[in-house]
C-alpha cells in the first residue's frame, strides 16, 4: 500500500540563501493507523529544528537533528481517526512558517488505488489567455471541486460534481469568464477515500521602472539615478504586501523571488558586455536588498543576447541598454531572453519593520502588462568602442556562485514543459508557477491543504 507523497512544492518558511528541504508525509495511513512526515535536506545543510504536528486530537513535538545535504529524520505517530487534518510548524535558525495536510487511514482488506494524484495538462498560455485549465486524474472521482481565485484572493468561479463523472486516467477541463486572475486550483476525492489537490499560480509581475545610466563601463549606481529604482522597490513592495494579504486570505503560504536581468546592445566586445550586463544587474539587485526588499533576489546578465530590437553588430541602439526586474512565483522558464542560470545574492528574510507597509495593495493581473515602464530609450550615454555602453544591462565578475535551478519538467514529475517566452520581459508572456499539492511523480494531498508554489518555493520567503 503506498504511503507517501513527495512535495516538491514546500510551504515552509525554510529562511535560508543556500541550499533547502523537502518533506514526505503518508497521505494514506495504514489500517493500524501507522503515519509518518520525513523531512529531507536537500541542495544543502539544515540546521537542527523543532517540529510540532498537530492534528486527530494529539500534538506531536520532536526535535530534528541538523542534516548534512541528501540526509532525512522521519517522525512517525499512530492515527486515531479514519480522516485527520494536519498542521505541521517548523522553527529553528533562520526557518519559521507551517504547512496544512490531510491523511486518510485505510479500512483493512478494503481495496485501495493509493494516494489521488492529479496531473496538470495546461500551459500558462491556456490559463492567462484562453481562461481554460486541464488536470488528469489518476484514480476513479467521487467529487470534485475546481476554484478560480482573483486578485484579491477570493473565490471569483467555482465549479463542483460528483460520482461517475471521471474515472482514472481521465481529463478534467474547466472554462471560466474573463477576470483578474491569480491562482486555479482543483480540490478531488476519490471513491476509495483518495485526496488530491493542485494549484496552478500564472501570477507574474514585470516591475515597471525606467532604467539605470551608467557611467561607460561601470557598474555602480550613482546618486542621481538611485530615484529611479526607489520607485521599483516601492512597486514591488506593494506586490509582496498584496502577496502577504492573499496569502492571509485563502490560508497558503505562497511565495515570491525577484530576478534582475541585465542586457546590452552590440556596440563593441560581446564578451566584455556580457560581464558588463551581468555586473550591473547584479549592482541593481544589491541596491534593491540593501533596501529592504526581503524575498529571495537573483540576478543575471544577458550582453548582447535577447535584443529589444534586432540589430547587426555593433550598433548603438538605446532600447537594447536595459534591465528587467521580475517578480514571480518561480524562475522564469528560459528563452532567448531569460537565462537559464542565475546567481543567488540573497535569501529570504522577515520583511523589515522598516519598510512602509501600505494601506491598500493589490496584486497585479497576469492578463495585463505592466504599465509606465521605460527602456531608458532617450537618457543613455554614447557606447564605447570596447563594449562598455553606458545604460543598464551589464555585470562584473562576481564571488557568487552560479546555479540552475529546476525546470517545469523537474518540478512536476512531467514530461510537458512550460511555453517558451517568445516576447520581452515586459511581455505577458511568462512563465507559469505551479504548485501540486499531490506531489511529483506520487501521491496526492489531503484537501485540507493549501499548498505555496511548486519546485522553486522549496526555500520559504514569509516568516
Same mark, same amino acid.
Given at each position: 500500500?503506498?504511503?507517501?507523497?513527495?512535495?516538491?512544492?514546500?510551504?515552509?518558511?525554510?529562511?535560508?540563501?543556500?541550499?533547502?528541504?523537502?518533506?514526505?508525509?503518508?497521505?494514506?495511513?495504514?489500517?493500524?493507523?501507522?503515519?509518518?512526515?520525513?523531512?529531507?535536506?536537500?541542495?544543502?545543510?539544515?540546521?537542527?529544528?523543532?517540529?510540532?504536528?498537530?492534528?486527530?486530537?494529539?500534538?506531536?513535538?520532536?526535535?530534528?537533528?541538523?542534516?548534512?545535504?541528501?540526509?532525512?529524520?522521519?517522525?512517525?505517530?499512530?492515527?486515531?481517526?479514519?480522516?485527520?487534518?494536519?498542521?505541521?510548524?517548523?522553527?529553528?535558525?533562520?526557518?519559521?512558517?507551517?504547512?496544512?495536510?490531510?491523511?486518510?487511514?485505510?479500512?483493512?482488506?478494503?481495496?485501495?488505488?493509493?494516494?489521488?494524484?492529479?496531473?496538470?495538462?495546461?500551459?500558462?498560455?491556456?490559463?492567462?489567455?484562453?481562461?481554460?485549465?486541464?488536470?488528469?486524474?489518476?484514480?476513479?472521482?467521487?467529487?470534485?471541486?475546481?476554484?478560480?481565485?482573483?486578485?484579491?484572493?477570493?473565490?471569483?468561479?467555482?465549479?463542483?460534481?460528483?460520482?461517475?463523472?471521471?474515472?482514472?486516467?481521465?481529463?478534467?477541463?474547466?472554462?471560466?469568464?474573463?477576470?483578474?486572475?491569480?491562482?486555479?486550483?482543483?480540490?478531488?476525492?476519490?471513491?476509495?477515500?483518495?485526496?488530491?489537490?493542485?494549484?496552478?499560480?500564472?501570477?507574474?509581475?514585470?516591475?515597471?521602472?525606467?532604467?539605470?545610466?551608467?557611467?561607460?563601463?561601470?557598474?555602480?549606481?550613482?546618486?542621481?539615478?538611485?530615484?529611479?529604482?526607489?520607485?521599483?522597490?516601492?512597486?514591488?513592495?506593494?506586490?509582496?504586501?498584496?502577496?502577504?494579504?492573499?496569502?492571509?486570505?485563502?490560508?497558503?503560504?505562497?511565495?515570491?523571488?525577484?530576478?534582475?536581468?541585465?542586457?546590452?546592445?552590440?556596440?563593441?566586445?560581446?564578451?566584455?558586455?556580457?560581464?558588463?550586463?551581468?555586473?550591473?544587474?547584479?549592482?541593481?539587485?544589491?541596491?534593491?536588498?540593501?533596501?529592504?526588499?526581503?524575498?529571495?533576489?537573483?540576478?543575471? @546578465?544577458? =550582453?548582447?543576447? #535577447? &535584443?529589444?530590437?534586432? /540589430?547587426?553588430?555593433?550598433?548603438?541602439?538605446?532600447?537594447? *541598454? +536595459?534591465?528587467?526586474?521580475?517578480?514571480?512565483?518561480?524562475?522564469?522558464?528560459?528563452?532567448?531572453?531569460?537565462?537559464?542560470?542565475?546567481?543567488?545574492?540573497?535569501?529570504?528574510?522577515?520583511?523589515?519593520?522598516?519598510?512602509?507597509?501600505?494601506?491598500?495593495?493589490?496584486?497585479?493581473?497576469?492578463?495585463?502588462?505592466?504599465?509606465?515602464?521605460?527602456?531608458?530609450?532617450?537618457?543613455?550615454?554614447?557606447?564605447?568602442?570596447?563594449?562598455?555602453?553606458?545604460?543598464?544591462?551589464?555585470?562584473?565578475?562576481?564571488?557568487?556562485?552560479?546555479?540552475?535551478?529546476?525546470?517545469?519538467?523537474?518540478?512536476?514529475?512531467?514530461?510537458?514543459?512550460?511555453?517558451?517566452?517568445?516576447?520581452?520581459?515586459?511581455?505577458?508572456?511568462?512563465?507559469?508557477?505551479?504548485?501540486?499539492?499531490? @506531489?511529483? =511523480?506520487?501521491? #496526492? &494531498?489531503?484537501?485540507? /491543504?493549501?499548498?505555496?508554489?511548486?519546485?522553486?518555493?522549496? *526555500? +520559504?520567503?514569509?516568516?
Amino acid at each position: 500500500m503506498p504511503l507517501a507523497s513527495n512535495l516538491a512544492g514546500l510551504v515552509l518558511a525554510v529562511l535560508l540563501s543556500a541550499g533547502g528541504f523537502s518533506y514526505t508525509f503518508s497521505n494514506e495511513a495504514r489500517p493500524t493507523g501507522e503515519a509518518f512526515v520525513e523531512v529531507s535536506a536537500k541542495g544543502g545543510d539544515l540546521p537542527a529544528m523543532d517540529v510540532t504536528i498537530k492534528g486527530d486530537g494529539q500534538t506531536i513535538k520532536k526535535k530534528v537533528p541538523p542534516l548534512k545535504s541528501g540526509e532525512k529524520h522521519r517522525i512517525d505517530w499512530v492515527q486515531q481517526t479514519p480522516r485527520a487534518s494536519y498542521t505541521m510548524e517548523l522553527a529553528g535558525p533562520g526557518i519559521q512558517g507551517k504547512t496544512n495536510f490531510e491523511i486518510v487511514k485505510a479500512t483493512e482488506g478494503a481495496k485501495s488505488t493509493g494516494p489521488g494524484r492529479i496531473i496538470p495538462k495546461c500551459s500558462r498560455e491556456d490559463i492567462v489567455d484562453r481562461r481554460t485549465a486541464k488536470f488528469q486524474v489518476v484514480f476513479d472521482v467521487k467529487s470534485y471541486e475546481f476554484n478560480v481565485y482573483d486578485t484579491s484572493g477570493a473565490v471569483a468561479h467555482t465549479k463542483t460534481g460528483g460520482s461517475g463523472e471521471y474515472g482514472n486516467g481521465d481529463i478534467l477541463e474547466f472554462t471560466w469568464p474573463e477576470l483578474p486572475l491569480f491562482m486555479v486550483e482543483l480540490k478531488a476525492v476519490g471513491e476509495q477515500g483518495q485526496t488530491g489537490a493542485y494549484r496552478l499560480v500564472p501570477w507574474q509581475v514585470d516591475i515597471p521602472h525606467v532604467d539605470v545610466i551608467f557611467d561607460s563601463g561601470k557598474a555602480v549606481i550613482k546618486e542621481g539615478e538611485a530615484p529611479k529604482v526607489d520607485k521599483a522597490f516601492d512597486a514591488a513592495v506593494k506586490e509582496l504586501v498584496a502577496l502577504e494579504r492573499i496569502n492571509e486570505a485563502v490560508g497558503d503560504n505562497i511565495t515570491a523571488q525577484l530576478y534582475i536581468i541585465g542586457y546590452t546592445d552590440t556596440v563593441g566586445n560581446a564578451g566584455k558586455n556580457q560581464k558588463l550586463s551581468r555586473g550591473r544587474a547584479k549592482a541593481i539587485a544589491e541596491y534593491f536588498k540593501k533596501k529592504g526588499i526581503w524575498c529571495e533576489i537573483f540576478y543575471a @546578465g544577458m =550582453g548582447e543576447n #535577447g &535584443l529589444a530590437v534586432p /540589430t547587426g553588430d555593433n550598433v548603438d541602439e538605446a532600447r537594447n *541598454r +536595459r534591465a528587467a526586474y521580475i517578480l514571480t512565483a518561480q524562475k522564469p522558464p528560459p528563452s532567448g531572453k531569460i537565462p537559464a542560470k542565475w546567481t543567488q545574492l540573497a535569501g529570504a528574510r522577515k520583511r523589515p519593520a522598516n519598510i512602509k507597509v501600505p494601506a491598500t495593495a493589490t496584486l497585479s493581473s497576469p492578463e495585463l502588462p505592466a504599465s509606465d515602464a521605460s527602456s531608458g530609450g532617450g537618457e543613455s550615454g554614447s557606447s564605447g568602442d570596447s563594449g562598455e555602453d553606458s545604460s543598464v544591462g551589464g555585470g562584473t565578475s562576481d564571488e557568487g556562485s552560479e546555479e540552475t535551478y529546476d525546470n517545469w519538467e523537474d518540478a512536476l514529475g512531467n514530461e510537458e514543459h512550460p511555453p517558451s517566452i517568445e516576447d520581452e520581459p515586459g511581455a505577458t508572456k511568462k512563465g507559469c508557477a505551479v504548485d501540486p499539492a499531490s @506531489g511529483t =511523480g506520487a501521491g #496526492g &494531498l489531503g484537501l485540507a /491543504t493549501l499548498i505555496g508554489l511548486v519546485g522553486l518555493a522549496r *526555500r +520559504r520567503r514569509r516568516a
